[in-house]
């Protein structure tokens, strides 16, 4: 790491800046996902927000657990168990300099992973196959910090 | 980007970290307010916690959930779900050089719209107060995004 | 913060990159942690996730909650909510220009008192040992972001 502030005009950072955005956007997503299931199946947490879809039916039914709007949400809680480790990661690592190509792969292994891993589990797809990309985007992640801690320890 | 190194020494940046500190810490202090909220309801998640208010009375008991510790619970969620990704896209919008008063516009809005989110939930206030907040705080992190994808896009 | 770019080729830099990677690495353990504890305890979330240990068994009663498996989950939702916070305050600390022997205190102690959290959340030890050590990493990053403000305060 003996030229970080050259890393930062690379285009190693630009492919960073890239491919976090789009992850983090998925990622995002979920959010209104949620509430379109929670609105199309009446399942709400809070009192109050029953009165977004009407003000008549009986409001106390609306506070219930729906299996759809769950799936999405443990969806949503994976990305942040796993996104934001990668792009904390792999901001230090895009620092450590590496190969430019090197780096791309990291990078589009982790959001095609994924990217793959949303569509598998909201679906869903038959196991074993988000649990394979739950694991690529792991090992992923593993890599870029394993390549972090050899040029920067410092304990 | 291309002089980021220049944008990590000017006012963008430490407005940037200026604001992401305040909402970061208004994150954190929800994990407080949850705690506050379990020993005054004595209301627990795990059975040794319960020694922290008693050691007399039917400590099993006091293993539940309650409805106020989990609204707190689900505003922190929302927390983490909202103002990690603009922490991580309101920096790499910082190093894309925009005009100071846009980007104070962006952090104040982001920042603005989250305090009175967490002030909606808690009360609560009645709906779309809270809906409003959250779709505003995500716009703006959207529209940092946008410019950084419209800047840096390397794929 | 008048010299940023100097502080991102500096030892505190090397230092947090090390400390931060370690504790998200930490964080990351939680999930294959969670498996392990889903597989061996036959506790699934999902409805899919059962066949990855039978075909044979009732699936059904294999979608339950499990509480060791709840006991995990609990304590990666609490790195969640207080590993990032101090990664991103972290870094905008090391910008701040800080004495390296006051830096690698902050981040010795903050990763020191996560790795007992760990211990005490799972094993679990009795309490205030779990609850002492999150107040040591609240203080901790709450110690550094009051750094952040008073340097580069820009509202």
Redesign the interface.
Known sequence: ?????HM??S?V???F??Y???V??K??L???MTGYFRLTRKAF??Q??T??VSSTEDKKKMVRVDPDVE?VR?C?QND???I??F???GL?YT?TGPDLSTALLHFRVFVGSRLFHTVAYVL?????S??VA?LIG?VT??SM?YR??IT????
């Open positions: 790491m003996a030229e970080l502030t930062i005009d285009e950072f630009l492919a800046s890239t976090a955005t789009i983090v956007l990622m995002m979920m959010s209104p947490a809070n109050e927000d009165s977004l799936r443990r949503h942040l168990e796993n934001i480790p792009v904390v990661i230090l620092l869903p797809l038959r196991q074993p988000r649990a739950f792991l992640t593993s910090a972090v801690l920067a320890l410092y304990l």
